[in-house]
């Protein structure tokens, strides 16, 4: 058999990122399984990636594509930075990548979600899907697991959160779509903005709630590393 067809055939990339604004800032969430068809290339990655010190953007889709256009981003806005002498707004952080992903969208696969707080308009959420348009929004999902979570955020999400209810929406919402969404898995990770700063967290695999149907984990890495005396492996 031919095998090479299968390594130059189009690949599903699936993930699940989430911007939510409440009241005083963004909370940013995303898993972390980085897929090339049904092979997990990374289990752990990190899809939120800083731009400025109070705007970081969701990446999902083409993780090159997102990686590139986020460096190239982060350049930019550092040197408008340094010419005006204090940092930039969320709307020019997200404009810019707007500009970017229209420019190339014949060559991009990328669907972004730049979200931030700032001193002149407060928390805000900026949806670029694939093809380069700009959508302001006061939550955003993207990636394959976004599918399931359409109806769920009409229904859960409300104006007002706080910073407490913002981030467990982000957190049962990113779960929710690694229990039905095979390419979206692994860990989720969080980043809240406001006028205090930024706040990462971290929320490891074996944690989270699980829903309908789904089973407990068993015999994974994590079972045998956690183990005092683990058994030796045999052939």
């Avoid at 290339?41 to 705007?55: E, G």
């Avoid at 997102?66 to 204090?86: A, K, N, P, W």
């Avoid at 001193?119 to 694939?130: H, T």
């Avoid at 697991?145 to 929406?169: I, P």
Wanted: net charge negative.
């Amino acid at each position: 058999m031919d095998f090479t067809s299968d390594f130059d055939a189009p690949h599903s990339m699936g993930t699940t990122i989430i911007g939510v604004t409440y009241d005083g800032g963004v909370v940013l969430g995303a898993d972390s399984r980085t897929s090339t068809g049904v092979y997990v290339a990374n289990r752990a990655s990190d899809k939120i990636t800083r731009l400025t010190d109070n705007v970081y953007i969701c990446r999902s889709g083409s993780a090159a594509d997102s990686q590139i256009v986020s460096d190239y981003v982060r350049y930019f806005l550092e040197q408008h930075t340094i010419q005006l002498g204090q940092p930039a707004t969320v709307k020019v952080a997200a404009n810019l990548v707007r500009l970017l992903s229209y420019s190339n969208k014949n060559m991009l696969q990328t669907g972004l979600i730049v979200g931030g707080w700032d001193k002149y308009e407060g928390g805000k959420i900026y949806g670029v899907p694939l093809g380069g348009t700009i959508i302001e929004q006061p939550f955003a999902i993207g990636g394959s697991g976004s599918s399931y979570l359409y109806g769920f955020f009409d229904q859960a999400w409300k104006e007002g959160m706080t910073k407490e209810e913002a981030e467990q929406l982000v957190v049962k919402a990113v779960s929710l779509a690694i229990a039905r969404d095979g390419a979206s898995g692994g860990v989720i990770r969080t980043v809240i903005i406001n006028s205090e700063g930024v706040t990462r967290n971290f929320y490891p695999g074996d944690k989270l709630p699980l829903w309908h149907e789904e089973l407990e984990p068993q015999e994974s890495l994590l079972d045998i590393l956690g183990a005092s005396s683990p058994e030796p492996m045999s052939m």
